[in-house]
Antibody, heavy 119, light 110 residues
């Protein structure tokens, strides 16, 4: 199965910044969207942001104004720049890619990267 | 934004059939596609149903999805339960461009 490869996670102090990336080299065509979803330890899934084809990017309320999502179409890579990090941003961050196939869109998930915000 | 409500946990015996509900608080369930994701312990989520009732290749036909406008809910049904189905299941839909997740349902197969 085609893979999404997330990277960039790690330990960061509160108030700091961190960047994540999600590479999808096998999905060079027919990608309808790329999204970030996070999961705090022991909790459910929380949507972070989504980039639809073009420059249409949307954010969840908890990250709006602090996180920025961008996309390099030539590399089919999604980025998440996280600023002003807080302890409650601690989570595994998953990349989700929507692949169009015969008029439908199938979500594919990455393996996730852990971000820990702690002093 | 609307809320998607799922039961916190369900349990059933191997070989039986289970249905997990996902109720939309406002607006019509049929207005936006519903997806279902399976997350086994220690693993990332995978898609078992997309666009209400479509199954990705590789997902067994024991998994099926549906929507019911009378109860304004979506359902994931798993028949012939196996121990490997024990996992958390999340429903997901859209409010315009915004993504909405249900709180997740822990399925125990015992």
């Amino acid at each position: 199965e085609a893979q999404l490869v997330e990277s960039g996670g790690g330990l960061i102090q509160p108030g700091g910044s961190l960047g994540l990336s999600c590479a999808a080299p096998e999905f060079t065509v027919n990608t309808n969207y790329m999204s970030w979803v996070r999961q705090a330890p022991g909790k459910g899934l929380e949507w972070v942001s989504v980039n639809y084809n073009g420059d249409n990017t949307y954010y969840g309320d908890s990250v709006k104004g602090r996180f920025t999502t961008s996309r390099d179409y030539s590399k089919n890579t999604l980025y998440l720049q996280m600023n002003s990090l807080r302890a409650d941003d601690t989570a595994v961050y998953y990349c989700v890619l929507g692949r169009e196939m015969v008029g439908t869109t199938i979500p594919y998930w990455g393996q996730g990267t852990l971000v820990t915000v702690s002093s | 934004n609307f809320v998607l409500t799922q039961p916190h946990s369900v349990s059933e015996s191997p070989g039986r059939t289970i249905t997990i509900s996902c109720t939309r608080s406002s607006g019509t369930i049929a207005s936006n596609y519903v997806q279902w994701y399976q997350q086994r312990p220690g693993s990332s989520p995978t898609t078992v149903i997309y666009e209400n009732n479509q199954r990705p290749s590789g997902v067994p036909d024991r998994f099926s999805g549906s929507i019911d406008t009378s109860s304004n809910s979506a359902s994931l049904t798993i028949s012939g339960l196996k121990t490997e189905d024990e996992a958390a299941y999340y429903c997901h839909s859209y409010d315009g461009a915004i993504w909405i997740f249900g709180g997740g349902t822990k399925l125990t197969v015992l």
